[in-house]
């Protein structure tokens, strides 16, 4: 009867109304339609923009974080009598104190790219991992200076960095395999915190000391677990 009235009158009526509704429930049919396709878009984009990035623009911002570490260092780091009165030794603790806040800083950011990217392989670099990418290398360039200028550099020095500077450049050229870096990074830098720590304390004369001990021990466990576990997982 809602539809069919009893006279024509009402039938316009009721016609008019059902028009009136469906008209209404298209409007907002069209709008959601609308919404979710400048959403799809604007996703899109920020895609676009977060694939769209390279290292090269972030490592600026890498060089400039170790500069004022170094700076910083140079007023706070704590050091023994007898490196304040033998120079090179000074020096060296300072470079001991500039690897052990890169190894904490990478394993921080390296630990964050992999929880939210996941581990992949041999896929394009995205913003965050391009970043965690730049700040290892700055500290490379930056430490490299730093050994140069002082006259700290060695063989193993001069191999260590040049080796990493290109196992990060090449993927960061291509912009591609960012995530592999990260991971190789964290198990890479996995173990030095103790290690450092371990070094500093033997430059100190703690050698007796309990805590070296433990470091001693966490280094040794640390080593062999970031290399054999997931060569474990790889090979299987």
């Known amino acids: 009867e809602v539809i069919f009235g009893t006279n024509k009158e009402r039938r316009i009526q009721n016609r008019a109304k059902i028009l009136s509704d469906f008209d209404k429930d298209k409007d907002k049919a069209f709008a959601r339609i609308e919404k979710q396709e400048e959403n799809m878009l604007n996703s899109l984009l920020t895609l676009r923009e977060n694939y769209d990035t390279t290292v090269w623009q972030y490592l600026p911002y890498g060089i400039l974080f170790y500069i004022v570490v170094i700076i910083l ?55 965050l991992a ?51 870096s990260c991971l190789c990074t964290f198990i890479g830098e996995l173990s030095n915190p103790c290690q450092l720590t371990r070094s500093l304390m033997q430059t100190a004369d703690l050698k007796e000391h309990p805590i070296y001990m433990t470091v001693s021990a966490g280094f040794a466990a640390a080593f062999t677990m970031a290399r054999t576990v997931p060569t474990w997982f790889m090979l299987n």
């Not at 904490?104 to 670099?125: A, R, V």
């Open 130 to 180: 391009n970043m965690t990418i730049a700040h290892s290398m700055g500290y490379f360039i930056v430490e490299s200076a730093y050994g140069i200028w002082f006259g700290l550099v060695t063989n193993d020095f001069v191999l260590h960095h040049i080796g990493s500077m290109v196992g990060y450049g090449v993927p960061a050229y291509y912009n591609i395999g960012g995530n592999d």
């Open 73 to 127: 260092l140079f007023g706070l780091a704590p050091v023994t009598k007898r490196a304040e009165k033998d120079r090179r030794n000074y020096l060296d603790i300072i470079d001991h104190y500039i690897s052990l806040s890169h190894c904490f800083f990478s394993l921080i950011f390296s630990f964050i790219t992999l929880s939210i990217n996941g581990i992949t392989f041999g896929q394009p670099s995205n913003a």
